[in-house]
């Protein structure tokens, strides 16, 4: 077995190699960016190496500097993680010219699946059934288009290079194959290097299931069963499980026969996962192999008992599987969820920011949090946004389930807009616990995931109302302890007044609506009047840690506030109970008539941080309503910002190439109605 192992990755996944690594009594070198150094994966691992500034390309993805850390520092192997340089058979050859064991499969294999169009032919001599399409060299913009008439509408482009949603596009018609055949492309070749695409028929309502193989050099291949990718957003996967609802056990051995025929035809060593799409009458078809460990193979590690990334270590020396597969079976049910920075009712932008509160579900038999952040970290614009990715097991479907949504509604995040409450909404939706699932359900139900803001409850206010008022009685102790006369009636706390009623109001900024409440001191603590009419008496304590321990009406409850002041946002609670988070800001009549005034003069700001791609008009440039106007890119992912209303465009801020703060002003437009 390595003595030392470099783990050429970040984040979650570099900790998660370390978790397995220290257990088995081998060391481990971390790498990291500028952006990185008081990352949580550094100080999981043993040494670490700087490798680069924050971008990606000018760190993570230079495999000569990853090479020669591991030889500075000694390691015998490299474990790529999952992403950046996994799926690179030119790191894999470095790592081999420089007696450096590649914790993965061969090049050749790497080759052969890492290009969908070759990995498609080599799969239908294999004899592993494909879904219609076109899979070949010709990139020609007309040709693909007259190829995408032939397979009939409607297509799905995708990136023949690449992964995890970047570069896919569907498109339901003719007209608008050009433009997102154009999109597509540069979203592959920023994402991969490589802006060549397939086309295929796009099944409407298709199950996207995934096989888990793994193979030796012996010449042993097996399938650790299936995990059920089919809830998605943009393409990339949101929840995952396994194994598949529905599964009955001869199309389970179907398929993963299938996958060892799909592993064995490039000589496969090592984790690999063969993803397939199963129409609605069963049918289903090879899409591509990820020659990797996936990000989900968590759920699979729950329901076997076995880890798969110690099954890599293991065959990376040489040595065979550990179990074969009349030895492998399936215990329970198990669900990942991906946590990420982003906002679900923005059409899930990614987001950015301070981690100024994370509390996560403590790890335990039923239980398990995968993580490489914690609290006041930092989530930029140059990696992916994964906060966590929470895993449950229980006996069934139904126990996880049910496990999945209590872990999920006592997850706690402050500072970025996240989508665990999106997430909490699908594990407790009806169509959900009955497995009526597809590629679709999100958009298929997306009013009952993602429903429109609501005014906050008349509950989370009151609380919201006392923490304000538990403060200032705080600061106003506080004041009186630093005075010359403690005992004056002007630091009392109790609300007196002289000849004045007893009151205070506070206004929050519920999202744009004002929300004023008038708060009454009493001997046993407060009325308070809320925006609805309703009247509440309230009282309670709050704790060090920010913990609200409220009597409401006789109603004793917990909850916790978390106070941010930001030089940009301002003042702001956000209210954690009964698995929401409710945000308020105090409000700021200034910066409200700021944003008003900026709103009504047609100015359209960066919704995200990112970089400039494209400037779509130019100055004097008359637009309608919906022009694609600019292109920005965040997370290697693009946002197409556009006109509002018919309007002239006066000003274009930025260039293509341009970095952007979320906020910042890009275009105005002249002619554009306030309403």
Not at 281 to 303: A, K
Not at 373 to 389: N, R
């Amino acid at each position: 077995m390595f003595s030392k192992i470099l783990i050429a990755n970040r984040g979650e996944i570099a900790c998660r190699v370390a978790r397995t690594a220290r257990r088995m009594g081998i060391r481990t070198v971390a790498v990291y960016s500028d952006a990185d150094a008081g990352a949580r994966h550094v100080q999981a691992c043993d040494e670490a190496v700087r490798i680069g500034p924050a971008p990606a390309r000018e760190s993570y993805l230079v495999l000569e500097r990853i090479v020669e850390a591991a030889r500075a520092t000694g390691a015998e192997a490299i474990h790529p993680g999952y992403g950046f340089l996994s799926e690179n058979a030119g790191f894999a050859e470095a790592c081999a010219a420089a007696k450096l064991v590649f914790i993965g499969p061969p090049p050749s294999a790497i080759r052969a699946m890492g290009s969908k169009s070759a990995a498609k032919s080599i799969m239908g001599k294999a004899g592993v059934p494909l879904v219609p399409g076109y899979h070949g060299d010709n990139q020609d913009s007309t040709f693909l288009a007259a190829e995408a008439g032939r397979v009939g509408f409607p297509v799905l482009i995708k990136a023949s290079a690449g992964g995890g949603g970047k570069g896919m596009r569907i498109v339901r018609a003719a007209d608008g194959f050009a433009e997102a055949l154009a999109s597509a492309q540069r979203e592959a070749r920023s994402s991969f290097g490589d802006d060549r695409v397939l086309i295929e028929r796009y099944l409407t309502r298709p199950r996207h299931i995934e096989i888990q193989v793994f193979a030796d050099t012996h010449g042993n291949c097996v399938y650790l069963f299936e995990r059920d990718c089919s809830l998605q957003r943009r393409h990339q996967k949101v929840i995952e499980e396994a194994p598949a609802p529905g599964m009955e056990p001869e199309r389970r051995r179907a398929m993963g026969e299938a996958a060892v025929k799909a592993a064995r035809a490039v000589a496969y060593v090592g984790a690999g996962t063969v993803e397939m799409i199963a129409d609605e009458d069963g049918t289903f078809y090879f899409m591509e192999m990820n020659t990797r460990l996936q990000v989900e193979h968590p759920v699979t590690e729950m329901i076997t008992g076995q880890d798969l990334v110690e099954w890599q270590l293991r065959v990376a020396t040489g040595a065979p599987l550990p179990l074969g597969q009349a030895d492998l079976t399936i215990s329970g049910h198990a669900f990942e969820a991906r946590i990420y920075a982003e906002d679900p009712a923005r059409d899930f932008l990614p987001a950015t920011g301070r981690l100024h509160h994370l509390r996560l579900p403590a790890d335990g038999p039923h239980v398990r949090v995968d993580s490489g952040v914690g609290p006041g970290d930092v989530i930029g614009i140059h990696y992916d946004p994964m906060i966590a990715k929470l895993i449950v097991w229980d006996r069934d479907r139904a126990s996880a389930l049910g496990r999945l949504a209590g872990a999920l509604e006592g997850t706690e995040v402050v500072g970025v807009a996240t989508n665990v409450a999106f997430l909490a909404a699908v594990a407790r939706h009806p169509a959900f616990a009955t497995a009526e699932i597809d590629t679709g359900f999100i958009e298929r139900h997306r009013s009952d995931l993602v429903p429109e803001a609501q005014p906050t409850d008349d509950t989370a206010l009151a609380l919201a109302a006392l923490a304000v008022m538990i403060r200032r009685a705080e600061e106003a102790e506080a004041g009186a302890r630093r005075s010359l006369d403690p005992h004056s009636p002007w630091h009392r706390s109790d609300g007196w007044r002289l000849n004045d009623d007893n009151q205070h109001a506070i206004c929050f900024l519920d999202g744009a609506m004002e929300q004023r409440i008038l708060v009454h001191y009493r001997p046993f603590g407060y009325v308070v009047d809320l925006p609805s009419g309703r009247r509440m008496t309230v009282s309670g304590t709050r704790s060090a840690a920010g913990e609200i321990a409220a009597d409401l009406d006789g109603r004793r409850l917990t909850a916790r506030i978390i106070r941010l002041d930001e030089a940009e946002r301002g003042e702001s609670l956000t209210v954690l109970w009964n698995g929401r988070a409710h945000r308020l800001g105090l409000h700021d009549p200034m910066r409200q008539a700021a944003t008003a005034d900026a709103r009504a003069a047609g100015r359209l700001t960066a919704p995200m941080p990112g970089k400039v791609v494209q400037v779509l008009v130019k100055p004097g440039e008359t637009v309608a309503r919906g022009r694609a106007l600019m292109v920005l890119e965040a997370m290697k992912m693009e946002h197409t910002i556009t006109a509002p209303a018919d309007g002239t465009v006066k000003s274009v801020r930025y260039a293509s190439g341009d970095l952007v703060e979320e906020g910042t002003e890009l275009l105005v437009i002249e002619g554009v109605d306030a309403s």
